[in-house]
């Protein structure tokens, strides 16, 4: 009989080493189940955006940021954990959200978020709080409550701008999008999103940089590079302040001009040298309007009546804005003459071919010789001696 209780005890042992090794070996750990919850509540949170559930989404904690966003188009939205750090019955998590406008982006655009969570009196994880991840841009529900206007092939997105301001930004686009087609060609997308944050500031946060970089800046457009159609929709993002200090041509070829960039986005990449990227741009911009380069180069045209012909096409370093508002603006200027002039001596059509050729090599070395000798028939050396020639006669 002893014998026999000996042998259970023993059993029972050996049970209790074999659930504690799976436990240990193979079942999941406290923090990998935390993991799981949280992504759990956040999959239920995507789910909510896309459904219009306002309900849902506040079942699953904070109703920021749902109450900005509602009225953006989505056809998409998820997020993906990456980390998530756990103190008793409070989180930390580190997120990648992606999302696609409806009808614009090809494929997600993705932020770094950061949510903070507890667990609430049900032991369930619920969201505090949703903002962007340390160094990551701002999304401009982030600023507040974002407004919708649909123009025929545009969308704008604004915070603390009524309906009459967007619908005038959504005009502007669908003059800007036909008259890029008309220079460029059909090989886009043809739909642009506009974002019009309510200050320099929103527009700062939305680019992730120093609100100094882009005050006098009108409007930027961002996106990746070299998309082939793999990427999504380049956004343009007006700077209220300076947009609106200028008048309707102006406001006008701004707008043509980013628009420009989207068009161009699949053939620019590292080799395409940013002369030739915003000279580009700023010659379909300017295409049709009237204005010659007296009334469109101001600096360079007092540059060139010093006797100050710049020696070389700007460089890339010409662009930034460390050198000063003149500076910058020779650089813009000196990149349209030079497509101006392909344009008037080569066609317009050299010119686009021009671009495409440079942007179909992976680099930037010899990528712009190539192009000169194969398009243009040219060097290096004799483009840029008519072109210094071409500035002394259009701007002397």
Same mark, same amino acid.
């Given at each position: 009989?002893?014998?026999?209780?000996?042998?259970?005890?023993?059993?029972?042992?050996?049970? $209790?080493?074999?659930?504690?090794?799976?436990?240990? $070996?193979?079942?999941?750990?406290?923090? +990998?189940?935390?993991?799981?919850?949280?992504?759990?509540?956040?999959?239920?949170?995507?789910?909510? =955006?896309?459904?219009?559930?306002?309900? &849902?989404?506040?079942?699953?904690?904070?109703?920021?940021?749902?109450?900005?966003?509602?009225?953006?188009? %989505?056809?998409?939205?998820?997020?993906?954990? *990456?980390?998530?750090?756990?103190?008793?019955?409070?989180?930390?998590?580190?997120?990648?959200?992606?999302?696609?406008?409806?009808?614009?982006? *090809?494929?997600?655009?993705?932020?770094?978020?950061?949510?903070?969570?507890?667990?609430?009196?049900?032991?369930?994880?619920?969201?505090?709080?949703?903002?962007?991840? *340390? *160094?990551?841009?701002?999304?401009?529900?982030?600023?507040?409550?974002?407004?919708?206007?649909?123009?025929?092939?545009?969308?704008?997105?604004? @915070?603390?701008?009524?309906?009459?301001?967007?619908?005038?930004?959504?005009?502007?686009?669908?003059?800007?999008?036909?008259?890029?087609?008309?220079?460029?060609?059909? +090989?886009?997308?043809?739909?642009? =999103?506009?974002?019009?944050?309510?200050?320099?500031?929103?527009?700062?946060?939305?680019?992730?940089?120093?609100?100094?970089?882009?005050?006098?800046?009108?409007? @930027?457009?961002?996106?990746?590079?070299?998309?082939?159609?793999?990427?999504?929709?380049?956004?343009?993002?007006?700077?209220?302040?300076?947009?609106?200090? %200028?008048?309707?041509?102006?406001?006008?070829?701004?707008?043509?001009?980013?628009?420009?960039?989207?068009?161009?986005?699949?053939?620019?990449?590292?080799?395409?040298?940013?002369?030739?990227?915003?000279?580009?741009?700023?010659?379909?911009?300017?295409?049709?309007?009237?204005?010659?380069?007296?009334?469109?180069?101001?600096?360079?045209?007092?540059?060139?009546?010093?006797? +100050?012909?710049?020696?070389?096409?700007?460089?890339?370093?010409?662009?930034?804005?460390?050198?000063?508002?003149?500076?910058?603006?020779?650089?813009?200027?000196?990149?349209?003459?030079? $497509?101006?002039?392909?344009?008037?001596?080569?066609?317009?059509?050299?010119?686009?071919?021009?671009?495409?050729?440079?942007? &179909?090599?992976?680099?930037?070395?010899?990528?712009?010789?190539?192009?000169?000798?194969?398009?243009?028939?040219?060097?290096?050396?004799?483009?840029?001696?008519?072109?210094?020639?071409?500035?002394?006669?259009?701007?002397?």
């Amino acid at each position: 009989m002893a014998g026999r209780r000996r042998a259970s005890n023993s059993s029972v042992m050996a049970v $209790c080493l074999l659930l504690a090794s799976l436990t240990a $070996c193979g079942g999941p750990s406290a923090a +990998d189940t935390a993991k799981a919850e949280v992504q759990r509540v956040l999959d239920r949170r995507a789910a909510a =955006v896309l459904d219009h559930d306002p309900a &849902a989404y506040a079942a699953t904690g904070t109703r920021a940021p749902y109450a900005n966003l509602w009225a953006v188009p %989505l056809t998409a939205w998820s997020y993906r954990l *990456k980390s998530l750090r756990r103190s008793g019955d409070t989180a930390v998590a580190h997120a990648e959200l992606r999302y696609r406008v409806t009808g614009y982006d *090809k494929a997600p655009v993705t932020a770094g978020r950061t949510l903070t969570l507890s667990t609430g009196a049900d032991g369930k994880w619920y969201v505090d709080s949703d903002r962007p991840e *340390k *160094k990551s841009a701002e999304q401009l529900w982030d600023q507040g409550t974002v407004s919708v206007v649909h123009g025929r092939r545009g969308l704008v997105l604004g @915070v603390g701008h009524g309906d009459a301001v967007l619908r005038g930004y959504a005009d502007l686009a669908d003059r800007a999008i036909p008259a890029v087609s008309d220079a460029w060609g059909t +090989d886009w997308s043809r739909r642009v =999103v506009l974002l019009v944050p309510k200050t320099l500031e929103g527009m700062a946060g939305l680019l992730g940089s120093p609100a100094s970089n882009y005050r006098g800046i009108a409007a @930027v457009t961002t996106g990746e590079t070299g998309g082939a159609g793999r990427t999504p929709a380049d956004r343009i993002i007006v700077n209220p302040a300076a947009y609106g200090m %200028l008048g309707s041509l102006g406001k006008q070829v701004v707008l043509t001009h980013e628009t420009t960039h989207v068009a161009t986005r699949a053939h620019t990449n590292a080799a395409t040298p940013l002369w030739l990227s915003e000279g580009y741009a700023d010659w379909v911009g300017y295409r049709g309007t009237g204005r010659t380069p007296d009334e469109a180069a101001p600096e360079l045209r007092r540059a060139v009546a010093d006797g +100050d012909v710049p020696a070389a096409l700007p460089s890339d370093a010409d662009f930034g804005f460390a050198g000063g508002p003149a500076r910058l603006a020779r650089a813009y200027e000196s990149g349209w003459m030079a $497509c101006r002039m392909i344009a008037d001596h080569w066609g317009e059509q050299r010119l686009d071919d021009f671009y495409r050729s440079v942007g &179909a090599h992976d680099s930037r070395a010899g990528a712009v010789e190539d192009a000169l000798r194969e398009v243009l028939g040219t060097t290096l050396e004799r483009f840029t001696e008519q072109w210094r020639a071409y500035l002394r006669g259009q701007l002397g």
